[in-house]
């Protein structure tokens, strides 16, 4: 069964930086969108950033210029640069290919992300 891993995830202070990287382990076509979502403690998963498979990018309020996706949709990789990271970007940041076709949606098992001094 194919899977999302994730990496890069860590501790960082205010005002640092993050790259985080989602692979698949195996090969996934038929890709439309792929993405990053994050879920902080005692809050519901929202939306981060995502990439359609035409190139078109998205991006919550509150990360934008501060955060860029990336990727490539042949190779079933997407990434997430994160600057100027603020301590409220503390989370489990989850990725994730959305399909045109069954199983429609593949997830990863979350990367940490805490900003503190």
């Known amino acids: 069964q194919v899977r999302l891993l994730e990496s890069g995830g860590g501790l960082v202070q205010p005002g640092g930086s993050l790259r985080l990287s989602c692979a698949a382990s195996?090969?996934?076509?038929?890709?439309?969108?792929m993405g990053w979502y994050r879920q902080a403690p005692g809050k519901q998963r929202e939306l981060v950033s995502v990439?359609?498979?035409?190139?078109?990018?998205n991006y919550a309020d509150s990360v934008k210029g501060r955060f860029t996706i990336s990727g490539d949709n042949a190779k079933n990789t997407v990434y997430l640069q994160m600057n100027s990271l603020k301590p409220e970007d503390t989370a489990v940041y989850y990725c994730?290919?959305?399909?045109?076709?069954?199983?429609?949606?593949?997830w990863g098992q979350g990367t940490q992300v805490t900003v503190s001094s």
């Open positions: 195996g090969s996934i076509f038929n890709i439309n969108t």
């Open positions: 990439m359609t498979s035409g190139g078109m990018t």
């Open positions: 994730v290919f959305l399909l045109s076709v069954r199983p429609y949606e593949y």
